[in-house]
Every structure is written in structure tokens, then in C-alpha cells.
T-cell receptor, first 114, second 114 residues
Framework: KAGVTQTPRYLIKTRGQQVTLSCSPI?????VSWYQQTPGQGLQFLFE???????NKGNFPGRFSGRQFSNSRSEMNVSTLELGDSALYLC?????????????FGAGSRLTVL | GDSVTQMEGPVTLSEEAFLTINCTYT??????LFWYVQYPGEGLQLLLK?????DKGSNKGFEATYRKETTSFHLEKGSVQVSDSAVYFC?????????????FGRGTSLIVHP
């Protein structure tokens, strides 16, 4: 079965612009979570969506937002980009997002802010 | 709050050497423990997991035992291969407050030379 698909894989933006990243989870998975990965901070949790509702949110400014559609696909948006937003953004899906559920990650979207 | 501490990398080994990557954790509840692996240019994928004390997770020759008394979940492999070169992440999920969002360690890079 198809894995978690993230688009675009690579993108370059300039400061002040905004960006939208997309994530298609594994079929049947209703929980989608997003992480920011940087060399300095490691993996940091952004937010989790389950059945179109944001269920958990990490400690990121309001410039970072997301949503989930009825087909479980999710998007995240970063507005007014800053240099420090350059990172690999990873999306992960799971069946229920609870207990010992395993996360299945996509390959990520690598954002470079100039 | 929850935290995961991994040994600093990179760990550099010759092929067929024995591998240990240390992981210790602090958790409020009774967590499930995971090891994820990230190969170059890819997202994270589950390597193994353990859900209760004294459980041993194993996969692809890798093993880790859930040690509650030492709050540890060290990753071991008896004979590494060049193809094991990757970044390894220890993680926990404990469900405290109804949130099962995993807490990840900073990752340990493994480099295996022929």
C-alpha cells in the first residue's frame, strides 16, 4: 500500500513569503501529525490532527498553522517566513494517534528560506 | 515533562562490529518506547518498540530491552553492516493528559565503514 506522501519535496522561499505543505496519509489513517526537524533542535512537534480537528499543538508561534480535510489529507502553512524556518518538515500518520500506535513518516518537505 | 536522552554521535564503526546506542528517558506515566531510523534523504521509520517493562523489541538484528529500573532502552546489534548507516532516534509515548504525541531524542548518527 502507498506510504505517506509529502509535497513538495524541496522548495526555496524568501523571507516574508508564505508556504503551504501537503501530506497524504496512508489510506485508513485518521491521525496526521507534523514535525519540524533541524540540526540544532532535532525533531520538534508542531501539531496533530484527527478527524479534521486539531488535537494537540506544539510550542510554535501562530505563523504555523494547519488543517485536515475530510479525506484525512493535511496541509500546514507557514506565513511571514523567517530564516530560522529553514528545516525539514515531516508529516506522520497513524491509525488512531493513541497508545502504542506506530507513526509512519513521509520523506519530508525540505524548506529553505533565503 | 517527558524527555529522552541519547548518546552523542556520530558513532563510527567498522563492518561486523558490535553496536550499542544508549537511550535513557524521563516520563510521567508508563510509556511505550520506540526506536526509529532515518536513512539519508528519507523520513523516519519504526525499527522496533516495547510497550511494558522487560519487553524486548527486535527487528533486522537490532534489539532493545525496556528497563524500567534504569529508565533505559539501549539499542544493540551484534554485527553492523554498511547499510545500517543512518540516524537512530529513541522515542517515548506515555498518554499523560490524553496526549500520545511521542517525545523524541536528538538522534544518534551511525556511520559504518567497510
Amino acid at each position: 500500500k502507498a506510504g505517506v506522501t509529502q509535497t513538495p519535496r524541496y522548495l526555496i522561499k524568501t523571507r516574508g513569503q508564505q508556504v503551504t505543505l501537503s501530506c497524504s496519509p496512508i489510506s485508513g489513517h485518521r491521525s496526521v501529525s507534523w514535525y519540524q526537524q533541524t540540526p540544532g533542535q532535532g525533531l520538534q512537534f508542531l501539531f496533530e490532527y484527527f478527524s479534521e480537528t486539531q488535537r494537540n499543538k506544539g510550542n510554535f508561534p501562530g505563523r504555523f498553522s494547519g488543517r485536515q480535510f475530510s479525506n484525512s489529507r493535511s496541509e500546514m502553512n507557514v506565513s511571514t517566513l523567517e530564516l530560522g524556518d529553514s528545516a525539514l518538515y515531516l508529516c506522520a500518520s497513524s491509525l488512531k494517534g493513541s497508545g502504542a500506535n506506530v507513526l509512519t513518516f513521509g520523506a519530508g518537505s525540505r524548506l529553505t528560506v533565503l | 515533562g517527558d524527555s529522552v536522552t541519547q548518546m552523542e554521535g556520530p558513532v563510527t564503526l567498522s563492518e561486523e562490529a558490535f553496536l550499542t546506542i544508549n537511550c535513557t528517558y524521563t516520563a510521567t506515566g508508563y510509556p511505550s518506547l520506540f526506536w526509529y531510523v532515518q536513512y539519508p534523504g528519507e523520513g523516519l521509520q519504526l525499527l522496533l518498540k516495547a510497550t511494558k517493562a522487560d519487553d524486548k523489541g527486535s527487528n533486522k538484528g537490532f534489539e532493545a530491552t525496556y528497563r524500567k529500573e534504569t529508565t533505559s532502552f539501549h539499542l544493540e546489534k551484534g554485527s553492523v553492516q554498511v547499510s545500517d548507516s543512518a540516524v537512530y532516534f529513541c522515542a517515548l509515548s506515555d498518554g499523560v493528559g490524553g496526549s500520545y504525541i511521542p517525545t523524541f531524542g536528538r538522534g544518534t548518527s551511525l556511520i559504518v565503514h567497510p
